[in-house]
């Protein structure tokens, strides 16, 4: 990576005030306002590709293809191969497993944030306002 620091503006999933620093020498995602830092995560360089995806494809949902051509290091043309063969041969909870262990530490790592990984059944993750269990949001910041 060329740069050093990647800066994600996330409204509505955070609050306005606030965004996401990932510092990729270092691998540490920081929560941050204009005057102090109120959360950081270090994280492993595989936590970072896979964060670093669905931050970017934020709003959006990131597709199976593009989280484990971020975990792989592997071309998204040929993971998207890989993804589409385990859908047609009912394999693809096969396929994804390693992304599926390696999100559950991202899950884990986010919600200090507010901000949980959704799966979409047989089409990627998205990043939502982690919620406490009587329904309402986690206040950050």
């Known amino acids: 990576m060329s ?4 800066y994600f ?11 996401l620093i990932l510092n990729y020498d270092q691998g540490i995602l920081s929560l941050v306002t204009a005057e102090e830092i109120l959360e950081q995560q270090l994280l492993s360089p595989s936590e970072m590709y896979v964060i670093d995806a669905l931050l970017k494809n934020y709003p959006d949902y990131c597709p199976y293809e593009i989280v484990l051509s971020a975990m ?9 191969e890989k993804v589409l063969w385990g859908l047609e041969e009912g394999t693809v909870d096969v396929v994804m497993r390693p992304v599926r262990n390696l999100l559950g530490r991202c899950r884990m790592k986010l919600r200090p944030f507010g901000i949980e990984v959704k799966s979409l059944v047989h089409m990627g993750y998205l990043l ?7 329904g309402t949001r986690i206040k950050v910041g």
């Open 3 to 6: 740069q050093q620091f990647k």
């Open 9 to 19: 503006q996330l409204h509505p999933l955070l609050p306005e005030t606030n965004h």
């Open 72 to 80: 792989t290091g592997k071309n998204v043309d040929t993971c998207r």
């Open 128 to 134: 939502v306002p982690l919620k406490r269990k009587s």
